[in-house]
């Protein structure tokens, strides 16, 4: 059973910055690709970020481009997401979560970490 451990959340002001972290338990086929999400109060959870663990091809939601930063440590099992130029819109739980190699959906998922922004 693969765990996944954020860590790194907390309260900054808008223009601030933050860096999460998410150790993996393992790095397998199912961990093919680490990925972030959050949710917002009364909201959906949205992605933000992927990458797999050769730190090639991140993808980045549009609302975060140019601001979010992810990368990957291979020999830390940790992924990471560093967060610039936060918003108050940035506001939510962020969630790292990993999909196994050859499928589609993310199957397992950490507890969340708080991230809050104020303006």
């Known amino acids: 059973q693969v765990q996944l451990v954020e860590s790194g959340g907390g309260l900054v002001q808008a223009g601030g910055s933050l860096r999460l972290s998410c150790v993996a338990s393992?790095?397998?086929?199912?961990?093919?690709?680490m990925g972030w999400f959050r949710q917002a109060p009364g909201k959906e959870r949205e992605f933000v970020a992927a990458i797999g663990w050769s730190g090639d091809r991140p993808y980045y939601a549009d609302s975060v481009k140019g601001r979010f930063t992810i990368s990957s440590d291979y020999a830390k099992n940790t992924v990471h997401l560093q967060m610039n130029s936060l918003r108050p819109e940035d506001t939510a739980l962020y969630y790292c979560?990993?999909?196994?190699?050859?499928?589609?959906?993310?199957?397992?998922w950490g507890q969340g970490t708080q991230v809050t922004v104020s303006s």
């Open positions: 393992e790095r397998s086929s199912h961990t093919y690709t």
């Open positions: 979560a990993s999909r196994t190699f050859g499928t589609s959906e993310y199957g397992y």
